[in-house]
């Protein structure tokens, strides 16, 4: 196919593909998809090699948001019969973490429910980093609290933090119809300020919202502009509870067509298979280890994910490695400060297509975490 020609040419020079060639990648066939497979995959190569970054999560503080967005199970109003418990200790923390450096992780991603941190939750996490990183040496740090105050993300940085996640999550365009507490602009300034405090930029996206190609697209390119250092790339877990509980409208193929759109239009960013893989790529989960080169090991926030030694036995049957400590996961260019991506005006957007699943929804797939952080359970890593 030329448009897959071009993109493989576009992403070994670090350039962005036009929306239309980004729209064109969503609106490929199944016929084509190992093609879209193959190209993306020699985009990620260039950047990435076969290596395979782990990243854990740690649920510091899960249920209760006074936020009211409509994909997560912690929200104001969710019905989602979650854990819910207050923040952990720094030491029931930095136990947690440990579990998923022991399995193989270089990043712990700490995480807490709610609007934003106070000083005191700076503080409380702020020391909480401090005794996973004095207990795991090499391990990375990095905090999701959600919005941040001026001066807060500097205070992390200073504890330790090594990056900062903060997720569009969709097109601006769209923003207000999954939440109304918070806007779409107030996301953007926190990245910005993570950024401007020098850590690493962590952003991205949940796809199967409801959303229109144009709007997988608009918030990927918007992503690209902002510049992240890593992309998660999320696929919506459709909790019982929640406004989004009937939102089935993915396939594993459009998974990809996803992963791999990403790819090209952020050629050399740390693109994450993020929550939602086992739910809605399954037994195609290996596939997409071609156009990502990060996953999270283990459990996610508040539903389990597939055992921590599967995705260990996945990535070495698929050829890949797991990326040790000692090994830098950006290419030189990105991981010495240098803008990894330059951006351009495009033209505008054609339409894309939309999908059904072949099959009904998996329901059978959506397990809540019952173990690990806020338990007395041992965690999945």
Known sequence: MDLLNTLVEKGLRRESPTREEALAVLATSDDELLDVVAAAGRVRRQWFGRRVKLNYLVNLKSGLCPEDCSYCSQRLGSKAEILKYTWLKPDEASRAAAAGVAGGAKRVCLVASGRGPTDRDVDRVSKTIEAIKEQNEGVEVCACLGLLQAGQAERLRDAGADAYNHNLNTSEGTYGDITSTHTYADRVETVRHAQGAGLSAC???????????????????????????????????????????????????????????????????????????????????????????????????????????????????????????????????????????????????????????????????????????GTDLAPNA
């Not at 298979?273 to 739910?279: K, T």
């Not at 290419?331 to 999908?355: F, I, L």
């Open 203 to 373: 952003s991205g996206l949940i796809a199967g919202m409801g959303e229109r190609d144009e709007d997988l697209v608009d918030v990927v390119f918007a992503l690209r502009e902002l510049d992240p250092d890593s992309v998660p790339v999320n696929f919506l877990i459709p909790f019982e509870g929640t406004p989004l509980a009937k939102e089935w409208n993915l396939t594993p193929q459009r998974c990809l067509r996803i992963l791999a759109m990403t790819r090209f239009v952020c050629p050399d960013v740390e693109v994450r298979l993020a929550g939602g893989r086992e739910v809605h790529l399954r037994s195609l989960q290996p596939l997409a280890l071609h156009l990502v080169n990060s996953i999270f090991l283990g459990d996610y926030l508040t539903s389990e994910g597939q055992a921590g030694q599967a995705d260990l036995d996945m990535i070495a049957d698929a050829g890949f490695e797991v990326e040790g400590a000692g090994t830098t996961t950006l290419p030189e260019h990105r991981a010495a400060g240098g803008c990894g991506s330059v951006c351009a005006d495009t033209p505008a957007a054609t339409a894309g297509t939309d999908e059904t699943p072949a099959t009904g929804p998996r329901t059978d797939l959506v397990a809540v975490r019952r173990r690990g952080a």
